[in-house]
């Protein structure tokens, strides 16, 4: 079955400095991979994804996740924080089959300190 | 609308009575999703809609849970004999299905449901 697991319940981290976000899959065949946010009292947003391609994805609001198949990982990044990206993170992975069924991890918040 | 709406926002409720919770998806999308999210919990993925039939019903925790789609459009969600451990936020989710905007789903603001 398919899987990512989400390792930090928080992370905090200053204004200005670089910040990552940690996401492991578990999968059979292709990994379809996904960033969502949740800003406070919102629903959530879709961020980036992976499909197929080159391992650096861009996305919204200056976000980047790098897929990595040896590591199964696929990290969230952004060079430098701002306070406004406070909030929480959710990875998900397309389920088998031909739907857009999501699984998602646990979710990680997101501290910006100014 | 432009986006995914649902209704009520917030509902407060009493050990085992009923509650309907209703979505309206962004017009035109095919597919329908039905999530809850506890706290500490993350995402729990319920139900999934293609038009009116739901080829995935595995995550309805009971059958005191169930959920229908009409008109390929509006769904509701019904919680019947509700008890403390439903108490969490539901958010609904749509999208195209189709391949170049595949896993985009976009969600609602969620219904926040209260058992006291």
């Known amino acids: 079955a398919q899987s990512v697991a989400q390792p930090e319940d928080q992370v905090n981290v200053a204004e200005g400095n670089p910040l990552t976000v940690k996401c492991t899959y578990s999968?059979?065949?292709?990994?379809?991979l996904f960033w969502y946010v949740q800003y406070p009292n919102r629903g959530l947003q879709f961020l980036l994804k992976?499909?197929?391609?080159?391992?650096l994805v861009k996305g919204s609001y200056g976000f980047e996740a790098e897929f990595n198949k040896s590591q199964t990982s696929f990290h969230l990044k952004k060079p430098s924080a701002l306070v406004s990206d406070s909030a929480l993170y959710f990875c998900?992975?397309?389920?088998?089959?031909?739907?857009?069924?999501?699984?998602f991890g646990t979710g990680t918040r997101l501290q910006v300190f100014p | 609308g432009a986006g995914v709406s649902q209704s009520p926002s917030n509902k407060v409720t009493e050990k085992g009575k009923d509650v309907e919770l209703r979505c309206d998806p962004i017009s035109g999308h095919t597919a329908l999703y039905w999530y809850r999210q506890s706290l500490g919990q993350g995402l729990e993925f319920l139900i999934y809609f293609q038009g009116n039939s739901a080829p995935d019903k595995s995550g309805l925790p009971s059958d005191r849970f169930s959920a229908e789609r009409t008109g390929g459009s509006v769904s509701t969600l019904t919680i019947q004999r509700t008890q403390q451990e439903d108490s969490a936020v539901y958010l609904c989710a749509s999208s195209l299905v189709s391949g170049v905007n595949t896993g985009e789903l976009f969600f609602g603001e969620g219904s926040r449901l209260t058992v006291l």
């Open positions: 992976y499909i197929t391609g080159d391992n």
């Open positions: 998900a992975v397309r389920d088998e089959g031909n739907t857009d069924k999501l699984i």
């Open positions: 999968v059979s065949g292709n990994p379809y």
